[in-house]
């Protein structure tokens, strides 16, 4: 039987999820001190590995992601661990696409982001 998920839940993940793409959010330590589990681990879109001191040490920068998250689904794993699914669609040098996912897990009432994993999408 699949579970399902809150509406409260919902909305909270989709805006954690999108403060990801937030410069006041995403280069904010406090802010992603709380929100990054402490074995926070990224694959990026690249390929390359980060670890939690990696992106908590990203310099700011400006973030030119399309807002709202495209197609973005949630699904619970289990009743304190959700999967997030979006497109991403960012402007680099040219506008890239990426197939994204977020492992959130739940503790003390507290959704933190245990895994991201960026995959370039070409051609389309």
Not at 9 to 23: H, I, K, N
Not at 28 to 52: I, P
Not at 115 to 123: A, C, D, I, L, M
């Amino acid at each position: 039987m699949a579970l399902i998920i809150s509406d409260l839940d919902a909305c909270e993940l989709t805006r954690l999820e999108e403060s990801m793409w937030r410069g006041e959010t995403r280069f904010d330590v406090r802010y992603m001190d709380r929100v990054l589990a402490d074995d926070f681990e990224e694959f990026g879109r690249s390929g390359r590995r980060y670890t939690r001191q990696d992106t908590m040490n990203v310099a700011p920068q400006e973030i030119r992601a399309k807002l709202p998250l495209e197609n973005l689904q949630i699904k619970l794993v289990t009743p304190d661990v959700a999967l997030v699914t979006y497109v991403s669609e960012v402007a680099y040098a040219t506008m890239e696409r990426a197939n994204r996912s977020s492992l959130w897990v739940r503790g003390r009432s507290v959704w933190r982001l245990r895994f991201h994993q960026g995959t370039p999408v070409f051609g389309g």
